[in-house]
């Protein structure tokens, strides 16, 4: 099923379970920044209430939502998306078809800023009022290519075999997006920021091509799967190095 009609389905369950609950949704995410991709996205949404949504609700408007792609999530407030998510309580959230009462999920800069810069309004005003904090993203930006992404890379190091394409697109993917971001002080897709990669990094066009390839389509860089792991990982040596990647300068 099209984004559009997984949508307005949902729209439509919400408004005969919970009348009125639904004030506004909005689509953020790949479907935002214009690389939605059907069979591997997801489709990303914020709801937003009057009230903080009762959660035995929100079970119930999602118990027969489709299962593929997953329609996942968040209820917020209309004064939640004006503050900053930090300072919010945490609420309901869909996460791959399970409803979490109290969740952080999504509940970030990240998500707010993605939606001040083009959320997809499917019901409420085109543009609600959300607040943004470069500097502070920017920050936690940088936090999570040292927290998470160096943490991870260790990880893959440790285990002597071969890797699946998730690990190869989700690694070089996500650092270069990371990356894009702090280049251009605003949240970037994971197709585009592969593309400013092959740009940016030469000598790393290979494996570049092949994260992009798993994500758009195309024929494959590689028939040595081993291969394809060292490079993985010399590629995220690299692209997590501060004196690596000539946008280092950039991104202190």
Request: aromatic fraction near 10%; include cysteine.
């Amino acid at each position: 099923m099209s984004v559009d009609v997984i949508a307005t389905e949902y729209l439509i369950r919400a408004d005969i379970l919970a009348p009125g609950l639904v004030e506004g949704l909005y689509l953020q995410g790949s479907v935002a920044l214009g690389d939605y991709r059907p069979g591997v996205s997801d489709i990303d949404f914020v709801a937003v209430t009057e009230e903080p949504a009762d959660p035995g609700l929100v079970r119930r408007i999602h118990r027969d939502m489709p299962r593929r792609p997953y329609f996942d999530g968040l209820y917020v407030t209309w004064d939640d998306l004006r503050a900053d998510p930090a300072t919010r309580p945490p609420g309901p959230a869909v996460h791959e078809n399970r409803v979490q009462p109290e969740s952080r999920f999504e509940r970030n800069l990240v998500t707010w800023h993605v939606l001040a810069q083009a959320g997809v309004a499917m019901r409420g005003p085109q543009r609600p009022e959300v607040f943004t904090d470069w500097p502070a993203l920017a920050a936690s930006t940088r936090e999570n290519l040292e927290s998470y992404w160096r943490p991870w890379s260790r990880r893959l190091r440790s285990q002597p075999v071969s890797l699946g394409t998730w690990a190869v697109s989700w690694g070089v993917l996500g650092v270069s997006r990371l990356r894009h971001t702090l280049v251009t002080e605003r949240v970037t897709s994971k197709s585009e920021a592969g593309r400013y990669a092959l740009r940016s990094y030469p000598g790393w066009e290979r494996i570049i091509e092949e994260a992009l390839r798993i994500r758009c389509g195309g024929p494959a860089r590689y028939r040595n799967p081993f291969r394809r792991r060292a490079d993985l990982l010399a590629y995220l040596d690299y692209a997590l190095d501060p004196d690596g990647p000539p946008d280092a300068a950039l991104v202190r």
